[in-house]
């Protein structure tokens, strides 16, 4: 077992932080200081770990959230400018499955809100859902994040049912690797748009990212509509991260609205 010193050493000495660009080629680890979902890094602890990490227990408008008594509204419809491009790599980060979007800006896929257009940076999945509704979570949750050339962070939250398997997360789970690391998905297109639902009304609220940092100011649409995964395609994801979920955050007051 590590002394306590050995681990406030640890926590003290300056980190070396990825360059802005790093190559795609070689897997870093996205965060400075590990931490976990559970245990002694886990939830709870995250303010604890990194003072970057400050709005994690701090911060008055986190996510996840049980979505309930949301109020109608005229929001506007949303589209995704999503598109078929090779897949590249796969990444395993240690808490989820992701695949990272290096596109220029202005040039990739794109989440357009009235005349706003979030680009994709990154996606990935929960298991089960981190988002309630009505008490109840998801099979399991995608989350496409975006970001606007104002910096807006817009996330979207697919739900996952059992059902039919879904041929692009099929296309995903072939090139899964078994531990931290990422994979070469060789030749593959992908098109993230085969992952989301027909019908796209949504829940808006105000929130964070749901893991350290735990940043603010995250625009989540978390999309009413939920697609289905096949059991094998669930369970094939829980053999690697059988719970990788922060538990519900409180609202303080915030409104939940959704469309008409
Ligand atoms: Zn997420």
Request: a negative charge; aromatic letters at 10%.
């Amino acid at each position: 077992m590590k002394s306590p010193l050995l681990i406030l050493a640890s926590l003290l000495v300056p980190q070396v932080l990825p360059a802005q660009e790093h190559d795609p080629a070689r897997y870093v680890s996205p965060w400075r200081t590990p931490w976990d979902y559970e245990g002694q890094r886990g939830a709870q602890h995250w303010s604890e770990l990194d003072s970057s990490y400050a709005a994690c227990n701090g911060g008055k408008e986190q996510s996840p959230i049980d979505i309930r008594n949301a109020r109608k509204a005229d929001l506007p419809a949303i589209r995704f400018e999503y598109h078929s491009e090779p897949l590249k790599y796969v990444i395993n980060n240690g808490h989820t499955i992701r695949v990272d979007y290096h596109d220029a800006p202005g040039s990739g896929n794109f989440l357009v809100v009235g005349d706003k257009r979030y680009q994709l940076s990154q996606f990935h999945f929960h298991r089960p859902s981190e988002e309630y509704i009505d008490g109840k979570p998801f099979e399991m949750v995608l989350h496409l994040m975006h970001t606007a050339a104002d910096q807006e962070v817009a996330g979207v939250a697919v739900l996952v049912k059992l059902g039919r398997a879904n041929a692009t997360v099929q296309q995903l789970w072939e090139h899964m690797p078994a531990a931290e690391g990422q994979q070469q998905a060789g030749d593959a297109e992908l098109n993230p748009a085969g992952m989301l639902p027909q019908h796209t009304g949504y829940y808006l609220y105000t929130g964070s990212v749901t893991a350290p940092p735990c940043t603010e100011g995250v625009k989540w649409f978390v999309l009413k509509t939920p697609v289905e995964m096949s059991v094998a395609q669930i369970n094939e994801f829980a053999n690697l991260y059988p719970h990788d979920v922060r538990p519900l955050q409180p609202l303080n007051g915030r409104v939940v609205q959704e469309t008409r």
